[in-house]
């Protein structure tokens, strides 16, 4: 069997549907302008159930932000610091280095005045007569003597080591020999 229907329920379907239509044409039109009007920038607000932070938290964030500006503030310091010092080194490293220089100069100077003497001493003992410059390396130190011979021509060393005493002549002739005794073989 069939159900039968009711007369004017389907215009009363009709009617809701029109009379929604017209409140929600209502309800839009206003939203434009309240829209226009409203500022640009709306202002954020907190959300309502976010509790503020604690006190005892507040206080020890802004301690520890302090901390570390000091501590920030003590580094910078101190960096400051070490670039002046390593300015300072490096200053007194070049200072350093061109008193070096100067000193290899003076020494070298010095070398070369010192070898230049020795090297005419040689030359007036090789000059002397055989007998009197042996009486002369018989009363020098051996070690002193030995430089002296050792720098001689061989004639001339000879001719004075011969002359000399047996015992000052033996020892001289040893430190000559072992003077390069110690240096490095191939």
Do not use: H, W
């Not at 039109?29 to 938290?57: H, K, Q, Y």
């Not at 090297?119 to 007998?131: D, Q, S």
């Not at 430089?147 to 004639?155: Q, T, V, Y």
Request: aromatic share 2%.
């Amino acid at each position: 069997m069939k159900a039968r229907s009711r007369p004017g329920r389907g215009a009363l379907a009709i009617v809701a549907i029109v009379l929604a239509s017209s409140g929600a044409l209502r309800l839009g039109s206003g939203i434009g302008r309240a829209l226009a009007e409203a500022p640009a920038t709306a202002p954020v607000e907190t959300p309502r159930d976010c509790p503020a932070p604690p006190a005892a938290l507040a206080e020890a964030l802004s301690a520890r932000e302090a901390r570390l500006k000091t501590e920030e503030a003590a580094l910078a310091q101190r960096v400051a610091a070490l670039a002046l010092a390593d300015q300072a080194i490096s200053k007194r490293m070049g200072e350093l280095k061109a008193a070096e220089e100067e000193m290899k100069k003076t020494l070298s100077i010095a070398d070369g005045a010192a070898e230049n003497d020795l090297a005419k001493l040689t030359a007036v003992y090789e000059a002397m007569k055989p007998a009197e410059a042996a009486a002369l390396f018989n009363k020098m130190d051996p070690e002193f003597a030995a430089g002296f011979l050792g720098r001689m021509r061989a004639e001339a060393a000879a001719a004075i080591l011969s002359g000399m005493n047996a015992d000052a002549a033996y020892s001289i002739s040893v430190l000559i020999a072992g003077r390069n005794a110690r240096a490095p073989k191939n």
